[in-house]
C-alpha cells in the first residue's frame, strides 16, 4: 500500500475527485455534484489517508475496514477513487450514464470495492451495526465507517441502529454525518434537531465529534480518535453543498443539475488551477 | 433412489413434537456445528429457544421491538460471513421491514433466514395487526425470496436443515403445536411439495396448517376421501416446474387451501399456472377473504366465517366430486 498523503496532497486529490465527477457528470449529462462534493474531502480521507483498513488489490479480504455510503447519489466520487485505486479502469469509468453500462447513479455489489446496494436512505446505520457486531463475535478488528446525509437522519430506522449500537457499546461503529444542510428540495434550517444532534447522540452512550467536513486536519484528528474510541462515534462534520466550485456552494440547484457554457468553464478552471498550483 | 421408510418410532417422536421445537432444536444443532449462524430476535420467544440462547450466548440475540434494525444488523452479519436467522412474528418481521429485506438481503442474496411465527390466524384474539395472513403474498414479491410453510414436525425439521445448506434469503412461517406427520417416507425437502393422495379428478393443494387439517378431513370422508388427491406445498417460491405435470395436469379441479389472503397466496400461485397453460383444470381456492379482520375469536371461529372449518372444507369436497 501506499504511504498516507500529506494535507496538501490529500487536498489536490481531493480537487481531482471533484473534477473527475464533473467530467463525468458533464459526459453523461447528469450525476449528484452538490452532495458529492459537501462529501468529498470526506471521502478522500478515508481512503488516501490510511484511516481505512483496505487493500484495492484484495476489496474482499475479510480483515479489511467496511465502508458504507447510505447517500449512494454521491458515488460519482467514490467511481473516482476506485479508478484512482485500479479497482475499476478507466473504460469502465466512463460507462457511468451510459445504458446498459457498469456504473449507474447509486452504487452496487457489482463494482469492487462496493459494499452495499445503495438507493434507499436510513438503512446503512444499522447494516454497519451488524458488521460490527460479526467484528465483536469473531473478535477480529476490522470496522464499519458509514457516511450518512443529514436529511437521511429524518428516517426513524437510523435511530433505531444509534439505540442499539449505544446499548450493545459497538466501538467498530463509527457513524459520518455529511451535514451540508440542504435536502433535494429544501435548506435544512432545522437547528432545533441538528443543534442538539451531539448531544443527542452522546445521551445513547456515543461519542460525537463535531468538525468543519472540509478542514483535513479536524477530519483526521476525528478519524483517528475515533478508531480509539471504546464507543460508537459519530462523526458530524459540517460541510457545504457544491464544495470546491464557487457558483454551487450552497445551492440547492447543484442537487441534481450539470454545468454547461460558462458555468462549466468556471467549475473545471477552479478544480484544475489550485491543483496544479 | 428409493425414499427410507419413516420407522414408527421417529414418526411418535415427531408427532409428539411442537413444530418450533422441532425447527429450532434442528436450528440448535445446526448453530452447534457451525459457529458462523447466527440466531437474532425482535423480543418473541420460544420455549426451545432457551437452550439455545443458554448454551450459545454468543450466537444468541434479543435486539429488541426494532424489525427494521433486526433485518439491517442481519444483513451487516451475513456481508461479514455470518448465515443468520431472525425471528418475530410472522407479519411485523416482513412487512415493518419490507425494503429493509428486499433492498439489504435480496438485493444482496444474502445468506439470511427470516423466521415468523403466527401463522394464519394463530394469534386468534390480538386483532389484524397480528394476523400472518399477508406475510406470504408480501414475500413473494420479492424475487430472490424463497418461501416455506411447512405443516408438520418433519418439514420443519427439514426445512431448517434445507435453508442452512441453501444460504440464501428465506422465509419460513411456522406454526406452534403439534400435528400428524404427512408422509410415510423420509424426504431432503428439496422437491418444494409432497403427494400425500395421488392427485385425482379432484385434487387439493394445502399449505401450512390447512394441510394437517385436510388430511384430518379426508380421512373422515371414507372411500370418498381416498379418489380425492392431496398435495402439500410447503416451498410457495420458488415452486419446481414439474409441479404442473405432476398436480394440475392430472386434476380436473384443483382446490387450493392456505391460511392466508386468498389473494396473493397458493391460490394465485395455482391459478397463475393454470393460465399459462394448456390444461382446462377447474380452479376453486379457499383461504382467508381479501379483506383485514378487525374481529376477535377463536382459530377455528376464524375458520369458519371464511369457510375453511373441517365441516365447510367436507361439503366443498363432496360437491366438488359430483
Redesign the interface.
Known amino acids: 500500500m501506499n504511504p498516507p498523503l500529506s494535507i496538501t496532497d490529500l487536498e489536490d486529490k481531493a480537487r481531482w475527485v471533484r473534477l473527475q465527477s464533473l467530467e463525468a457528470t458533464v459526459r453523461a449529462g447528469k450525476g449528484h455534484l452538490g452532495g458529492t462534493y459537501s462529501c468529498t474531502d470526506l471521502l478522500v480521507a478515508l481512503y488516501y489517508a490510511d484511516i481505512l483498513n483496505l487493500d484495492p488489490a484484495d476489496p474482499d479480504d475479510?480483515a479489511r475496514d467496511?465502508f458504507l455510503i447510505g447517500k449512494g447519489h454521491a458515488c460519482l466520487a467514490l467511481y473516482s477513487i476506485f479508478k484512482d485505486k485500479g479497482m475499476i479502469s478507466q473504460a469502465v469509468f466512463e460507462e457511468f450514464g451510459v445504458s446498459g453500462g457498469a456504473l449507474g447513479g447509486q452504487l452496487?455489489?457489482s463494482t469492487p470495492g462496493v459494499?452495499?446496494?445503495t438507493?434507499?436512505l436510513g438503512?446503512v446505520?444499522?447494516?454497519?451495526?451488524?458488521?460490527?457486531?460479526?467484528?465483536r463475535?469473531?473478535k477480529a478488528a476490522f470496522k464499519?465507517f458509514v457516511v450518512l446525509g443529514d436529511a437521511e437522519c429524518y428516517e426513524?430506522?437510523i435511530w433505531?441502529?444509534i439505540?442499539?449500537a449505544g446499548?450493545q457499546q459497538l466501538s467498530g461503529l463509527v457513524g459520518i454525518i455529511d451535514r451540508n444542510r440542504l435536502s433535494v428540495t429544501d435548506t435544512l434550517d432545522d437547528d432545533t434537531f441538528f443543534n442538539e444532534f451531539p448531544n443527542k447522540v452522546r445521551s445513547f452512550g456515543w461519542d460525537c465529534i463535531e468538525i468543519n467536513g472540509h478542514n483535513f486536519d479536524e477530519i483526521l484528528a476525528a478519524f483517528e480518535s475515533a478508531k480509539q474510541s471504546s464507543k460508537p462515534v459519530m462523526i458530524l462534520a459540517n460541510t457545504i453543498k457544491g464544495k470546491g466550485v464557487s457558483f454551487m456552494e450552497g445551492g440547492v440547484k447543484w442537487h441534481h443539475s450539470v454545468p454547461s457554457g460558462k458555468e462549466l468553464d468556471i467549475a473545471r478552471s477552479e478544480l484544475s488551477s489550485s491543483a496544479a498550483s | 433412489m428409493t425414499a427410507q421408510t419413516i420407522t414408527s418410532q421417529r414418526r411418535d417422536e415427531l408427532a409428539a413434537m411442537d413444530m418450533r421445537d422441532a425447527f429450532f432444536d434442528e436450528i440448535y444443532r445446526i448453530a452447534r456445528d457451525d459457529s458462523s449462524v447466527?440466531f437474532l430476535t425482535d423480543d418473541m420467544d420460544a420455549f426451545s429457544l432457551r437452550r439455545f440462547k443458554k448454551d450459545m450466548p454468543?450466537?444468541f440475540?434479543n435486539?429488541?421491538v426494532?424489525e427494521?434494525?433486526l433485518?439491517?444488523?442481519?444483513?451487516?452479519?451475513?456481508?461479514?460471513?455470518?448465515q443468520v436467522f431472525a425471528y418475530g412474528i410472522a407479519p411485523f418481521v416482513t412487512m415493518r421491514c419490507f425494503?429493509?429485506i428486499k433492498?439489504?438481503i435480496c438485493?444482496?442474496r444474502l445468506p439470511v433466514t427470516i423466521v415468523g411465527v403466527g401463522a394464519g390466524f394463530s394469534f386468534e384474539f390480538d386483532g389484524p395487526t397480528h394476523h400472518g395472513i399477508h406475510d406470504v403474498p408480501i414475500m413473494r414479491a420479492i424475487p430472490e425470496m424463497n418461501i416455506y410453510n411447512p405443516s408438520d414436525a418433519a418439514s420443519a425439521e427439514g426445512i431448517a436443515k434445507r435453508v442452512h445448506v441453501a444460504g440464501e434469503p428465506a422465509y419460513v412461517r411456522i406454526d406452534k403445536g403439534t400435528f400428524p406427520v404427512l408422509m410415510s417416507t423420509e424426504d431432503d425437502f428439496s422437491s418444494g411439495y409432497r403427494i400425500i393422495n395421488p392427485p385425482g379428478d379432484v385434487t387439493v393443494v394445502a399449505t401450512g396448517y390447512m394441510s394437517s387439517r385436510i388430511a384430518g378431513v379426508l380421512s373422515k370422508l371414507g372411500s370418498d376421501g381416498e379418489d380425492i388427491g392431496l398435495v402439500d406445498l410447503y416451498r410457495l417460491k420458488p415452486l419446481d416446474q414439474k409441479f404442473v405435470a405432476d398436480v394440475i395436469e392430472p386434476s380436473k379441479t384443483v382446490i387450493t387451501l392456505e391460511e392466508s389472503s386468498i389473494s396473493g397466496g397458493i391460490g394465485t400461485i395455482v391459478a397463475e399456472l393454470i393460465a399459462e397453460g394448456d390444461s382446462h383444470t377447474k380452479l376453486i381456492r379457499l383461504g382467508a377473504e381479501d379483506r383485514q379482520f378487525i374481529q376477535y375469536g377463536t382459530r377455528e371461529w376464524f375458520h369458519s366465517i371464511n369457510g375453511i372449518d373441517d365441516e365447510s372444507l367436507a361439503k366443498t369436497l363432496r360437491q366438488a366430486l359430483k
Open positions: 475479510s467496511r452496487d455489489t459494499e452495499y446496494n438507493g434507499s438503512h446505520l444499522g447494516i454497519g451495526a451488524g458488521i460490527a457486531l460479526a467484528a463475535m469473531d464499519a426513524g430506522s433505531e441502529a439505540v442499539f446499548d | 447466527v454468543d450466537q440475540l435486539i429488541g426494532a427494521q434494525n433485518i439491517n444488523l442481519s444483513a451487516g452479519l451475513a456481508m461479514s460471513g455470518k425494503e429493509q433492498v439489504n438485493s444482496m
